[in-house]
């Protein structure tokens, strides 16, 4: 896994993107598998549980919550809250 140590947690949901596609941040294939389904599907975080998230992804809750930690997030709800707060954005825009 190419991260720093402490990765700053992104701003917004571009930010996050932004981070895969410059290659600043490389992670192991099933963090990878949950990142991807989070910026492709962000209501399923947002809504979702760590189990379910998990589930739709074939890997287990602590993968999950891994990623969320990676990112620089202090845990999975922080991580639903930062999408939660990005589908509203997108929905009054």
Not at 69 to 81: I, M, P, Q, S, Y
Request: glycine share 4%; net charge positive.
């Amino acid at each position: 896994m190419k991260t720093n140590e402490a990765t700053r947690r992104p701003g917004d949901v571009t930010e996050l993107r932004g981070m895969f596609a410059s290659k600043d941040l490389t992670l192991p294939r099933q963090l990878e598998r949950v990142a991807r389904m989070a910026l492709a599907k962000p209501d399923l975080v947002a809504f979702g549980s760590a189990r379910s998230v998990a589930t739709a992804c074939s890997v287990s809750p602590t993968t999950v919550t891994r990623l969320a930690t990676v990112l620089g997030f202090d845990n999975f709800r922080d991580f639903k809250t930062f999408f939660r707060q990005h589908l509203k954005r997108v929905s009054h825009s």
